[in-house]
């Protein structure tokens, strides 16, 4: 739990026309033509009908959908609005990691290590079905070295002079450190460490100069995507009689200080639905800002200008190449390239994901991956892996995101803060308005914590108490997952029927975790037949996504309901397939289905350097 410091409380005008943010993927000022569905879908209905809650939630990252959940699940009336696809910002462009953040220990931010680590093991128990350990190797190849410059970046936060990198002496005592922290509850091995023989043996690949290597357990999550969606979900199902509501491709315009008529209380802001366009009021007494990069830009919309953030891009490439895959050997690859910068090599299923940059990000532009960082991801494969050969052509996919980071002025991207803070604005005590909590900052891995701290908070403004813990609670699929291998297999068998055979239902479990039981009746229900394009979806499978999942357009079936993209696997035909199958239950007629083919034809192209007629399904 936070201290009291972390919030800091202001007053500021709450009248304002508002800002028109523009799409997740591209820059406030060039956004993607998109085309829009005829009928207005039953989120947004929900919302219209019953214009007002107690908290209304703007921003459907990780971090805002795990407060909603929380709220939700305190009985709180809370709706959540993303301007976006859910997952679709900072947190759909991670490096796909669930850990402690070791190198965070280096900048002296150890009460944010340490409730990393606790809740990387917490969603180890509660999130197996996609929180899965990941051992991660480090190749080091000094001794001693940094041994006297680690103590000036750790006082001053700043690299003094050409960087040095971290020699074993500094990896041992990190480790070590690390480890202590695992010792309540761990459920990951402690690190060890190999010499120069051992770590060749191993990693055979490896640059001959290697002299030691250590090895530790951190976590990765694979489909981030559907994560955040089984923590929408659970939110939505945890608010009886229709308390939690959220809607994806909705966003806030503006608000003002009039009060709710009913109440009396809070503020009112203008909503848009982005797929119609069309408009409607919203009160609410308490507004939880969770945009992430963009909290400044909402809360100017607001009427409540903020110079909270300051953000910086991270990009990743995947790539689709068998030797690279191979000399990771299962492992993820963690380490230090010549510029100092923390850099990774990780095997995610048939591919490899490459990253990270940490660069000041410019709000302005899009956040995409350039041809330098691509040029600097090879240089870092090359300094661990120089005999395999690495190429353009083997890439089959790219992504960039703006980690939601503290305005950090002259500090280096690299020594930037990763915890997280609240800001707190409200109307004077005789004035109406509603109370706004903006969230700086916040990881992947602390997003629960963070939600039930957040949770904390609002039900303070509201009088209220907590009601239920999140800290054991499963989430969406991972209730009754299976323990082992064993119990996956049986599971599987168990699951098979006709016309779906152990690979589809193997599939199924890994996109959706003990909830695919849900998704199979509704397959069950009635006919249906594999996609020719692909054998991982079925014609139900796509209208079942329609129907639960509130797929707003056909780029999100590719990018965030499956990894179909992420694999280099979308073709022309998937799209034409895919196209034809949502049309029926999204209401999309052939002007509206050759949009939504160009549309994701050009973010897939403009923000992931796919081009759909050179890949191969």
Known sequence: MRTPSHLSCGRTSTKSKGAVLGPKDSAVHHPVSAPGPAAERSSVQTLRRRPHARVLVVGGGINGVGIFRDLALQGVDVALVERGDYCQGASGASSHMIHGGIRYLENGEFRLVRESVVERNRLLRIAPHYVKPLQTTIPVFSTFSGVFSAPLRFLTHKQQ??????????????????????????????????????????????????????????????????????????????????????????????????????????????????????????????????????????????????????GTKGSHIVLDNPALLAACRGREIFFEHTDGRIVLIYPMGDRVLVGTTDVDADMAEDAVCTDEEITYFFDLIGHVFPSIPVNRGQIVYTFSGVRPLPRHDATSPGFVSRDYRIERRGPAADATGAVVLSLVGGKWTTFRALAEHMTNEVLTELGLQRKVSTAQLPIGGGAGFPVDEAGVQQWIKAHMAHGRDADRTAGLLTRYGTRAEAVMEYLDAGPDRLLHSTHELSVRELEYMAAHEQVGHLVDVLIRRTPLAFRGLVTGELLNELAEVLAGPLHWDAAARASEIKHAQDVLKRFHRVETHSLVA
Do not use: C
Not at 165 to 173: D, S, V
Not at 280 to 303: P, R, S
């Open 161 to 310: 002079g050409r960087p040095k990198e971290r020699g074993a002496f500094l990896i041992k005592l990190g480790l070590s450190l690390y480890d202590s922290f695992s010792r309540d509850g761990g459920s990951v091995p402690r690190h060890q460490f190999r010499g120069r023989k051992a770590a060749l043996a191993e990693l055979p690949d490896l640059r001959p100069e290697v002299k030691y290597a250590a090895t530790y357990f951190d976590a990765s999550v694979h489909n981030p995507e559907r994560l955040t969606l089984d923590v929408l979900q659970d939110g939505e199902k945890a608010g009886r009689d229709g308390a939690a509501r959220a809607s994806n491709y909705v966003s806030l315009l503006s608000m003002t200080d009039r009060p709710n008529p009913g109440t009396g209380r809070g503020g009112t802001v203008r909503l848009r639905d982005e797929l119609t366009g069309g408009e409607f009021d919203f009160t609410a007494d308490v507004i939880v800002n969770t945009t992430g990069a963009w909290v400044d830009l909402t809360n100017a919309a607001m009427g409540q200008a903020s110079t909270f953030m300051g």
